[in-house]
């Protein structure tokens, strides 16, 4: 059996990085707070019954972090009942919390220490803060009357606005990112026999909290904002093209023939240009589009020793978001399969060609041939 391999998230920094972006990313003041936070909590820290920062312990944190103000000692009015009332500490643990940097074990905070040597290396932890991003919606959106639905689908609106980021060359309007936003969160509730009045609260809330997402992505270094438009960094193009699996110049593309088993008349395969760094979950999607699936169903990853998918224990599958597809095809011949709805059991051999170097003005991954149901 192959060693597992080592494993990151889509942080994952391979090949030759620019050393300005290194800079950026050591510069990035969240990043900074991260690091110190680590510093600061050690070998673990208790905290409240309810999982907080305790009150002992929050103006030498606040203040380590340069993470807002605090109230004057000697102003009994307006004293601190909770670290959940100061909002840029409460965010800063969360966002260690969800690069898993840190974890709450037995009632204090822990290092995890598996990821801590994350803080020796700028671009790899910024990657991963910007990847974990999405999952602070809880702490970047007030809770309560002020709620926006954007507090429980901010993963949602997130993924929206990068994916227009993305596809429109890093640049769009303030309004338009408000406005996906809003977009990406309605399509999910029914809100055409509510109030107008109702209606106008709600889509105020809601660009008040992405306003609020943008600041903090600009204070990351992922990007630039103004009155009228968003643009992304430098880091934040470089992240956005690693999370699309858009290889850089120099970066290894694999040659792949993708091939559906049990059907030779007229056989139907796809011939696809794809990225070395592909996480599977995103290959996944890119046979979905090749072969005119309509991802419907179920589907796993095999290479003969480990099955890969939606992480389930009771099916044995590895999380398919932790691995690439060039762990596991490193030379011509090796092979995968993939198999798709597991009720017609639809088999695919992934077979690796030949490993080539990315072209510029290339958009990967790129299908270039292919034969059988509409090629």
């Known amino acids: 059996m192959p060693p597992e391999p080592e494993i990151h998230d889509q942080g994952v920094v391979s090949g030759p990085v620019d050393g300005e972006l290194v800079l950026a990313a050591g510069r990035s003041r969240p990043a900074e707070q991260v690091r110190s936070l680590l510093v600061w909590v050690e070998e673990g820290r208790a905290l409240t019954q309810t999982g907080r920062v305790r009150l002992a312990d929050v103006r030498e944190l606040v203040v380590l972090l340069d993470a807002g103000d605090l109230p004057s000692q000697q102003n009994a009015s307006a004293r601190i009942m909770s670290s959940a009332e100061l909002p840029e500490l409460t965010a800063i643990v969360e966002w260690a919390k969800a690069c898993r940097l840190v974890r709450v074990n037995k009632g204090r905070l822990v290092p995890v220490k598996k990821n801590i040597p994350l803080l020796d ?8 803060m910007l990847e974990a991003f999405p999952q602070l919606g809880e702490v970047l959106c007030p809770p309560g009357w002020a709620e926006s639905l954007m507090h429980c689908h901010f993963r ?3 993924g929206a606005l990068f994916e227009e980021l993305h596809q429109r060359g890093g640049s769009i309007d303030v309004a338009r990112a408000c406005e996906l936003a809003w977009e990406a969160v309605t399509v999910l509730y029914f809100l055409e026999d509510a109030p107008e009045q109702h209606r106008t609260l ?3 809330l ?11 992505l600009e204070h990351l270094g992922a ?5 009228e438009r968003v643009t992304l960094t430098e880091l934040g193009s470089w992240w956005m093209r690693r999370a699309a699996g858009e290889p850089s110049q120099r970066d290894s593309v694999l040659q792949v023939k993708l091939s559906l088993l049990g059907v030779s008349k007229p056989p139907v395969w796809r011939r696809l240009l794809v990225p070395a760094d592909l996480r599977l979950d995103r290959l996944h999607g890119v ?7 309509e991802n419907y169903h179920m589907h796993v990853f095999a290479d003969g020793a480990r099955r890969y998918g939606l992480a389930d224990r009771e099916l044995g599958h590895k999380d398919e978001r932790k691995v690439t597809l060039g ?7 090796e092979r995968i399969r993939y198999t798709y709805d ?7 051999e992934i077979l690796l060609e030949g490993v080539l170097t990315a072209e510029p003005d290339v958009r990967y991954p790129v299908c270039v041939a292919g034969k059988g149901v509409d090629e």
């Open 121 to 128: 290396r700028p671009l790899e932890l910024w990657a991963a």
């Open 342 to 348: 597991f009720g017609d059991d639809w088999e695919h």
């Open 206 to 216: 809601n660009d008040r909290d992405v306003l609020h997402a943008l600041e903090v």
């Open 327 to 333: 762990q596991l095809l490193k030379r011509a011949r």
């Open 223 to 227: 990007l630039r904002r103004n009155e």
């Open 156 to 158: 949602e609106a997130i």
């Open 287 to 293: 046979i979905q589009a090749a072969m005119g699936w």
């Open 202 to 204: 709600w889509r105020k």
